[in-house]
């Protein structure tokens, strides 16, 4: 054993849970240091591959799938921190280990500078070594679970968010796929509830901006001023309550999308802000006398008829002209009832996940579904099936269990009494309001959505009630 490692014995190690395999190189010229960094690591469970020569490691990692590198930084011919940044430049994704000689801490700061995970001085013992090895494989464990939830959330964001084979959908994928990678804007066509942000959304994370921010922003939402200084931003006094200043969301969204939704809801004044915004790459705060430079793409969707608003003075024809460089038109649910049974399926499917009960649709009720028009869109039919889903006691959803706008029969009462008997207004609003609570085992958000009240109006009523908050 070189003096390079201090005495240890392999068997005195506590075994911790081997790293899923990892695949170590181990630099080092001696041959002894080799060996029993070799020995420490297999226990671990790492698969180790030795070099003893910069040129050999480079050859290794050339030809094998390295995950870790143990490096000495002194060795012979290329320099140990040469070959790090060549390591580095060709693998950014390898994780080094660097080992310098005793009081030269200097090396091994320029050796973490170069993108280095950890450094040991010689001589170091078997326990750093596993110790560290350890937490190597814990943090590429941690790497690759984020890889992976990146992955799907962008595959949830991306084209496998968006549902359907009609022909309809073949064309409307095309051009998604098509203005993911355009640097230009993007004018999205829909009725509403037909997914216009999801479809916005699949543009930027399919395209090369995924990493950055994707910000929406519903322009039809928000009053006039308010939409102004949240895009734009303001400065400190710019109106009263203006405390501090304060950035806009074109500027937040640096090197990524802002989605502006419902974008003929823009105010006529805030369309020409808008429009130099995007033709001059900068923005004035409410307030503020300065440029601010910005640099965003922005994704337009409205489900209003906009030629039409350019014709009558609603809209700007520049504006429309610049937002609609390149257009989509997503097809309404009734144009392609043949993505209607898919579409369910797949909102089944989460609900089932959420709430930890299946849930599938019978065959008269899923004909009730493909007969219906659905002027809702998807958003109806999501939550048409969430309705079905949180009143049903089984499984499976029959064609009474859907609302009566589908089926055209009187819809089945959420509360039903022992006795035929009329009662007073207020007694049949409250059998109802509690009879639904206690259907919905408790849930008093659900139970609110589902009679079409506010929660601040059902906590009023059960307190009128005297039942439990």
């Known amino acids: 054993m070189t003096a390079a490692i201090a005495p240890s014995s392999f068997a005195a190690l506590p075994l911790t849970e081997a790293p899923a395999l990892l695949n170590l190189l181990i630099v080092d010229d001696e041959r002894t240091v080799r060996e029993a960094c070799r020995e420490a690591a297999a226990a671990l469970g790492y698969r180790t591959t030795g070099a003893e020569s910069a040129e050999h490691a480079l050859r290794v990692i050339d030809a094998h799938n390295i995950d870790v590198v143990l490096l000495d930084l002194k060795l012979p011919g290329a320099g140990g921190l040469e070959v790090l940044r060549q390591l580095k430049q060709a693998r950014p994704d390898i994780e080094v280990i660097v080992v310098t000689g005793h009081g030269t801490v ?20 078997l326990e750093e070594l596993r110790l560290l090895l350890g937490r190597v494989a814990s943090h590429l464990k941690l790497k690759t679970e984020n890889r992976v939830l990146r992955e799907k959330i962008r595959s949830r964001q991306g084209f496998g968010s968006i549902i359907g084979r009609a022909p309809e959908m073949d064309k409307l994928y095309r051009i998604i796929a098509k203005a993911a990678h355009s640097i230009h804007p993007v004018l999205i066509l829909g009725e509403s509830g037909t997914g216009k942000e999801m479809v916005a959304r699949a543009i930027h994370y ?4 995924r990493d950055k921010p994707f910000i929406p922003v519903d322009c039809g939402s928000l009053v006039p001023t308010l939409i102004e200084s949240e895009l734009f931003g303001y400065v400190k006094g710019a109106f009263t309550g203006a405390m501090q200043s304060k950035e806009g969301l074109l500027a937040i969204a640096e090197g990524g999308t802002v989605f502006l939704d419902e974008v003929g809801e823009l105010p006529v004044d805030l369309q020409a802000k808008m429009l130099r915004a995007l033709q001059e790459k900068e923005i004035r705060p409410v307030g503020s006398t300065k440029q601010v430079p910005i640099n965003v793409r922005i994704l337009a969707a409205t489900n209003r008829d906009l030629e039409h608003a350019v014709a009558h003075g609603a809209f700007r024809r520049d504006l429309y002209f610049r937002l609609n460089v390149l257009s989509l038109r997503i097809p309404p649910l009734r144009e392609r009832r043949q993505d209607v049974p898919l579409r369910a399926g797949h909102i089944l499917e989460r609900l089932s996940q959420s709430s930890g009960r299946a849930h599938e649709l019978s065959d008269d009720a899923m004909k009730a579904l493909l007969a219906y028009d659905w002027p ?9 099936l969430e309705r079905c889903c949180a009143l049903t006691s089984g499984t499976v959803i029959h064609m009474v269990d859907l609302p009566s706008s589908l089926t055209g029969a009187p819809e089945r009462a959420l509360v039903r009494t022992s006795e035929t008997r009329i009662l007073p207004m207020a007694d049949l609003e409250k059998q109802t309001i509690l009879g639904t609570i206690a259907q919905l085992n408790g849930d008093k958000l659900m139970a609110a959505k589902l009679l079409g009240i506010g929660k601040t109006t059902l906590y009023r009523k059960l307190k009128e009630y005297g039942a439990e908050l």
């Open 106 to 125: 200097e090396s091994a700061v320029q050796a973490m500078k170069a993108g280095a995970y950890d450094f040991m001085t010689k001589p170091f013992s």
């Open 206 to 209: 399919s395209g090369p901006l």
């Open 376 to 384: 809702g869109n998807v958003r109806e039919l999501e939550n048409c």
